[in-house]
């Protein structure tokens, strides 16, 4: 992104509210899959 100033530009406008939505739903994933709930996996793991 560095490398390319338009490119940097629109990756850095149109990044971050996608991170911030892809962020949140990944949270709600990592506390399912920190809970262990429906896999073999120990809840702590």
Do not use: F, I, S
Not at 10 to 15: K, L, M, S, Y
Not at 28 to 34: F, I, P, S
């Amino acid at each position: 992104a560095d490398g390319c100033g338009p490119c940097g530009g629109a990756a850095e406008e149109r990044g971050v509210p996608a991170a911030r939505e892809t962020g949140e739903a990944r949270t709600d994933l990592v506390t399912v899959r920190r809970r262990g709930a429906g896999t073999d996996v120990a809840p702590n793991a």
